[in-house]
């Protein structure tokens, strides 16, 4: 894999060694029908992005806001700003009018880059209070622009200004003068604390990032991508930035609901995904296995069981399975395994990256178990995604985050926490000097928050420092942890653990509403609202015992004696979520303090 390049030459260098050979596979913003374009074709577009944005006077290292779903129009932004040394700012697609606010004022963006009409639309009502945003440019034709907005226009007519490639020689001259110093992202981190901070990404970090993981993720140009998370999220950017320098196919999904059809439809080999997205496969196919005959269940388990024993007691120890139980598992793995994979379109499946949250064990074992690679890791926005992460073919350990990777030094605090060193580590928040001082130790590690402690050579995690519950009768709980082992359970959607400064565990759950209802109709529970649905004492018992069962294995003060099935998801609007789902605590025991205090009444 060629690593040397600085990102703002990478796709015109690969485009003379690939040519015409397909790059991006997409849909337009609202389309069914795949398409294609070349490394050459793309690589014309993002030299017209270089040549426009210098017509509009972009300088070095100027901010400039992206505001849109994954699109081909969003990688070929990011590399025409790279290419003239500005600096690309993600915004989630589903940031708040206050959120892409605050980050225009305090990026001082000029130009921002939308991609549907949600985000004109709420990029055209902060217009007037972001003094320094001169035009907005969008993606998606199908947008209306208001007849009374002289400041918007189409991306196809930014585009023309730079037809025929006006500014040519001087984007060549600062490609030139490009430095792995140069800032190439500003991240902004909502957090679940709700503080939002501008974490500096620089080229340097990029290419020490690509340098270090293409040694233990084996990325090749043979593979399928498919962008699943969205590029905001460093996750997702590092990873496709890294496919586009091994010159893989990647295939660009704008929506995320839609990736398991796009997945049947594209035949991906590789994908990075939160553990949520394998939790939901781990459902989904356990549901389909319970609604089968009785010959059918006894065949896939019995196959799990050989998987397992294959699998996870022999190859992942690093040990040769017997030859008896080796060609046991080659005959199921054609046979049964083969049509899980097919199903989820993933016949062709190479490996597939999970990190950005705790990986329940049941999951991780059954992932594996079915023959699916899954790579799980552990990174942050700081780090520039990896810090550790399984290495394909190499022995690993269920519950671990890995091995650290090349040039990353750990160590852990006499307080537990994680501390990082190394060349992929941020040098801090974008204009707050305050918050950069704090976050290193005096001897320049990066304080991560997070708990946990090294093994034999394997990273594990225990929590979020400040996610450590403390109950009133001083027993320390792991909010997280719990959450995970609950959240396998398949009429669990969400679920937000209470215990801090409370004498016993509860929680919040919002239930799969469709199969509860299935449930209820099929056990002839009537119910006339979600509300309704939600209090039914033989719904509540049968959540119950289906938890206990769930947590049987975890000390009596971590579990949970009383829960909350609420009628209505938590939600970004109401600053329960953060844009990568996680949970605001804080906020979620504001908005429910009613339900929670009427948990703990005698």
């Not at 010159?247 to 080999?269: C, D």
């Not at 030094?409 to 204009?431: A, D, H, R």
Request: charged fraction near 25%.
């Amino acid at each position: 894999m060629q690593t040397n390049y600085h990102m703002s030459v990478l796709v015109h260098e690969q485009a003379r060694k690939y040519g015409d050979r397909e790059m991006l596979i997409y849909q337009d913003f609202g389309g069914s029908e795949w398409k294609s374009l070349s490394w050459n074709q793309v690589s014309q577009t993002v030299k017209q992005v270089s040549n426009a944005l210098l017509n509009l006077g972009v300088k070095v290292q100027e901010n400039i806001g992206i505001f849109s779903q994954n699109s081909v129009q969003y990688i070929e932004c990011d590399f025409g700003a790279w290419g003239i040394r500005a600096v690309t700012i993600p915004f989630y697609a589903t940031s708040s009018e206050q959120q892409i606010q605050f980050m225009i004022n305090d990026a001082k963006v000029r130009y921002l880059f939308v991609g549907e009409q949600d985000q004109y639309d709420k990029a055209r009502r902060v217009f007037s209070l972001c003094p320094t945003l001169e035009r907005i440019i969008v993606f998606d034709p199908k947008v209306h622009i208001s007849s009374h907005d002289p400041n918007a226009v189409y991306f196809a007519d930014f585009l023309k200004l730079g037809e025929s490639l006006p500014r040519q020689t001087e984007v060549e001259r600062l490609q030139q003068e490009a430095s792995f110093d140069d800032v190439a992202n500003i991240l902004y981190t909502s957090g679940t604390t709700g503080d939002s901070k501008g974490v500096i990404l620089t080229h340097g970090q990029f290419n020490a990032a690509m340098v270090a993981n293409s040694k233990c993720v084996p990325v090749t140009e043979d593979d399928r991508i498919m962008n699943f998370l969205p590029y905001t999220h460093i996750f997702e950017r590092g990873w496709a930035i890294l496919c586009l320098y091994a010159g893989a196919r990647m295939i660009v999904n704008t929506y995320p609901q839609q990736v398991q059809q796009s997945m049947r439809e594209t035949h991906p080999t590789c994908m990075s995904a939160v553990p949520r997205f394998w939790e939901k496969v781990y459902m989904g196919v356990m549901d389909k296995i319970e609604h089968s005959s009785a010959v059918q269940r006894k065949v896939f388990r019995h196959a799990l069981a050989v998987g397992r024993k294959h699998n996870i007691e022999y190859l992942s120890l690093g040990k040769k399975p017997p030859l008896a139980l080796h060609m046991e598992y080659e005959m199921l793995n054609r046979t049964v395994f083969s049509l899980v994979r097919k199903e989820l379109g993933l016949e062709n499946a190479h490996f597939f990256p999970t990190a950005g949250a705790a990986v329940s064990p049941f999951v991780e074992e059954f992932v594996h178990s079915i023959g699916i690679n899954m790579v799980v890791g552990y990174g942050l926005t700081e780090s520039l995604a990896t810090v550790s992460c399984d290495h394909l073919g190499e022995p690993y350990t269920v519950g671990s985050v890995g091995q650290p990777i090349e040039g990353i030094s750990i160590k852990v605090s006499e307080e537990g926490e994680i501390l990082l060193k190394g060349p992929t580590i941020t040098v801090g928040y974008y204009n707050r000097d305050d918050l950069t001082k704090a976050a290193f130790t005096e001897d320049g590690y990066f304080r991560t928050g997070d708990a946990g402690y090294l093994k034999d050579g394997e990273l594990f995690l225990k929590e979020r420092i400040k996610d450590l519950f403390k109950t009133s009768n001083g027993k320390y709980i792991a909010p997280q942890m719990i959450e995970s082992k609950l959240l396998v359970d398949k009429y669990i959607d969400q679920i937000a653990i209470i215990a801090d400064q409370r004498k016993f565990v509860s929680a919040l759950i919002i239930p799969v509403y469709s199969l509860l209802e299935e449930y209820a109709r099929d056990h002839g529970i009537a119910f006339d609202s979600r509300e309704e649905l939600c209090q039914n004492p033989q719904i509540v018992e049968m959540m119950k015992e289906r938890i206990d069962t769930l947590q049987q294995q975890l000390a009596h003060y971590e579990q949970v004696k009383r829960f909350t099935l609420l009628p209505h998801h938590f939600s970004m609007e109401k600053g329960e979520l953060t844009n990568t789902l996680k949970i605001r605590r804080r906020v979620l025991n504001e908005n429910y303090r009613d339900a929670i205090d009427k948990m703990y009444e005698e």
